[in-house]
């Protein structure tokens, strides 16, 4: 009786009926090893919003803590020309450079820095 699988045909499909074991059984493997699972300990709060708005309480690291806001309003803000603007406009030859000699004058005149 002859076979219509040549040895490379043979070799693939041994190679993919190993694979496809391997692949069946690495779930147990990994859950074998796999440490137990957390437990969380019980508190005052519960998954609901009732919960939460009843129960929570502002820590007071959070009451004491000061609020602060940075704003950049420089020379880049005022023509709307985007980033790098402030640089740009002392490059001869850059557009930010021509724009700004055009509207404001040239930057060393203006006042700006």
């Known amino acids: 009786m002859s076979s219509n699988f040549s040895r490379r045909q043979f070799a693939k499909l041994t190679a993919a ?6 692949a069946l059984r690495m779930p147990r ?3 074998q090893n ?7 300990a019980t508190g ?3 998954p609901t919003w009732e919960s939460l708005t009843a129960n929570y309480k502002t820590p007071d690291w959070f009451r004491d803590a000061k609020f602060g806001m ?9 023509p709307e020309q985007g980033d790098w603007y402030a640089r740009r406009m ?3 030859g850059d557009k930010a450079y021509d724009y700004h000699v055009k509207t404001y004058g040239h930057p060393s005149k203006v006042g700006f820095m």
Request: proline content about 13%.
């Open 90 to 92: 002392y490059i001869q």
């Open 29 to 31: 493997i990994f859950a």
């Open 17 to 22: 009926a190993a694979a496809a074991a391997a």
């Open 44 to 46: 005052p709060l519960k």
């Open 70 to 78: 940075w704003a950049h309003w420089t020379a880049q803000c005022v």
């Open 34 to 40: 796999a440490p137990p699972p957390r437990q969380i």
